[in-house]
């Protein structure tokens, strides 16, 4: 990669990867995108690896959505630049992002009630053969899916309108799974799961990663931030205003970066000429 910037970003994000000579499978690069008046998204470097979960917390409007919408092919940045595999590329609309190995999982993209987990799987992609659904294959490609997963969910043939939310949940990662990507992005999706079904879910994000998928995980609850992820990133007023691994973050540090008071962690990121100070924000 060209940027400037790579050297000093490698340097903080400290870590297993940076130890060895692994590459992001995505990173962002002083990337911007403004809705009129509001920078959504302010030079933002972001990267994640395979076989990692990246938090990304911060509070509301701190441009987390806009960010994972951008690396989905929902919105075009502005200016900066979006590498996958250390080349440049553009995504220009969400079936680009599919195509390049980008998976997500939004609140608002919700499933069909009166079809089954199956055919929500395939809803839009059936696997078909001289303009007949292939049943069987679909069949054995969901089983396999939720195998993989670890998925305990009934048969694939019940109607989605009998699932709980976190069933629901994890159809909807598995849906996302079955174009085979290696980055998976999930928008707050145990926002609305009870503690069990919560659990259920970041079992299920763990066993992600340990197939080797880079996973990005929006999230409000730092219990579960800090159950799963690997790094945390903090978003604040649409730029990164925090961020490291997970071991060695705080809860204070998380909280600190989110409301915007120095600390150890918001002073590496300045130190790194990201950012402003956030006092002066
Ligand atoms: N489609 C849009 N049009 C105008 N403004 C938007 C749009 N999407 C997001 N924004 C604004 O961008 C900012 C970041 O939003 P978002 O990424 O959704 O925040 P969050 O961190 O809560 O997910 C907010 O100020 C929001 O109002
Ligand atoms: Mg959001």
Request: positive net charge; proline residues 4%; contains cysteine.
């Amino acid at each position: 990669m060209k940027n400037n910037s790579n050297a000093t970003w490698s340097r903080n994000a400290a870590g297993p990867h940076t130890a060895s000579a692994r590459r992001p499978v995505l990173a962002l690069r002083k990337v911007s995108k403004a809705f009129r008046s509001v920078k959504a998204l302010n030079q933002i470097d972001f990267d994640i690896y395979p076989r990692e979960v990246v938090a990304v917390v911060g509070d509301n409007a701190a441009g987390k959505s806009v960010l994972a919408k951008t690396i989905a092919g929902l919105y075009q940045p502005d200016s900066g630049q979006i590498y996958w595999d250390g080349l440049p590329e553009t995504i220009p609309n969400p079936s680009a992002a599919q195509d390049m190995g980008v998976a997500s999982v939004f609140q608002e993209l919700a499933l069909c009630d009166n079809l089954t987990i199956m055919q929500n799987m395939f809803l839009g992609r059936e696997l078909a053969r001289r303009n007949v659904l292939s049943e069987e294959k679909m069949e054995l490609r969901a089983r396999q899916v939720l195998a993989d997963l670890g998925a305990r969910l009934p048969s694939v043939h019940t109607l989605v309108s009998t699932l709980s939310a976190g069933q629901r949940q994890i159809t909807a990662i598995a849906r996302a799974l079955l174009g085979s990507p290696r980055l998976l992005i999930m928008d707050e999706p145990t926002s609305s799961l009870s503690v069990a079904q919560t659990a259920e879910v970041l079992n299920l994000i763990e066993r992600l990663r340990d197939l080797g998928y880079g996973v990005m995980f929006i999230s409000h609850t730092l219990a579960d931030v800090q159950a799963v992820a690997d790094r945390v990133v903090i978003m604040r007023h649409g730029r990164i205003n925090g961020e490291g691994q997970m071991r060695d973050t705080s809860y204070e540090d998380i909280i600190a970066a989110i409301t915007g008071a120095p600390n150890d962690l918001t002073r590496a990121i300045q130190r790194r000429g990201a950012l402003v100070a956030p006092t002066a924000a």
